[in-house]
């Protein structure tokens, strides 16, 4: 079976699947979502999973990304050492199934002491510089679980550096001092921009996370902005890692829509204008001119 005749590009994360089956023209005809990301699944249990996708999806080859190529995933596919670009992802596929089903690796960035890897995100990064919707030198701010700061020079990644500010205001929801206050959403507004600017600041961040519970109980802030503020902070505390070892360039969020709503308001209070891109829509950029390589 041949690529061209249609595939299923595989977005597969850490908590989340995504799952979507390309025709011959490229168009998405079909598509799934559900939560059975990598911690979801059995050790052996991946090649019933993939079976499962099939049943759904149709009887095609398989392009998968993310962490299914990961040490917690299905098999490990090796990093490939920055730079790197889509025709270096391509010769670096992970084959589970030779012909049929390609695990796409992740890249790796190192700099003296330093070390920092990607799983997922590159895809989505390249796949929109091979589609013509970012430049080929530019600085792409990938929030998530674990945001991402990713150089982009002559269309290939270059550097790129981690951040775990979703992972961390998961954390403070779900198991802090604080989980009664950030159960509410966090939106741009005053709450959000105020703790932008108190993170852009770069002053003992742990600290003023502990005042989002102070400043409610002495009546300095309104409970229902604690989330807003919290995240604000985090978040205002993150650009300024992105912005300060990442270089000058274009600036583009990528992402989901809410989250790089968010990102692109920090932006925004930090003096950078920045354009928003849907990940999903990279993904599949990505997933498409990948399969033309494997040709």
């Keep these: 079976m041949r690529w061209a005749e249609g595939f299923i590009a595989v977005d597969w994360g850490t908590t989340n699947r995504r799952a ?60 490939v050492p920055c730079p790197a670009g889509l025709p270096e992802l391509a010769a670096s596929l992970k084959w589970a199934e030779p012909g049929r089903v390609a695990i796409v690796p992740g890249l790796c960035f190192g700099d003296g002491d330093s070390a920092d890897v990607v799983r997922g995100e590159e895809v989505q990064i390249l796949g929109a510089f091979a589609e013509g919707l970012i430049p080929p030198d530019a600085l792409v701010c ?14 290939r990644i270059v550097a790129f550096r981690t951040v775990m500010t979703g992972e961390l205001f998961n954390l ?17 507004g005053p709450a959000f ?3 932008v600017r108190r993170g852009l600041e770069g002053a003992a961040l742990t600290a003023d996370l502990f005042s989002v519970r102070a400043r409610v109980l002495l009546g300095k802030a309104r409970r229902e902005d604690a989330a807003s503020y919290a995240s604000g902070l985090l978040i205002g505390a993150d650009v300024r890692t992105g912005l300060a070892t990442m270089g000058d360039a274009e600036l583009i ?39 033309e390589l494997i040709q």
């Design 20 to 79: 979507y089956r390309v025709d011959t023209d490229g168009a998405v005809v079909d598509r799934l979502e559900d939560d059975q990301g990598v911690l979801s699944v059995a050790a052996d249990g991946f090649p019933a999973a993939v079976d499962a996708i099939r049943v759904r999806l149709g009887d095609l080859p398989l392009l998968m990304a993310g962490m299914v190529g990961s040490n917690r995933g299905w098999m490990e596919a090796p990093y």
């Design 142 to 155: 990938h929030p998530g679980t674990h945001n991402k700061w990713i150089r982009v020079r002559d269309g």
């Design 172 to 188: 403070l929801r779900e198991h802090s001092i604080l989980s009664d206050l950030l159960a509410g959403e966090a939106v741009p």
């Design 193 to 195: 921009e105020a703790g």
């Design 253 to 291: 969020v990528m992402g989901r829509p809410d989250l790089t709503n968010l990102f692109a308001a920090a932006l925004a209070v930090a003096g950078r204008e920045a354009r928003e891109l849907d990940g999903d829509d990279a993904f599949l950029c990505g997933a498409r001119h990948l399969s």
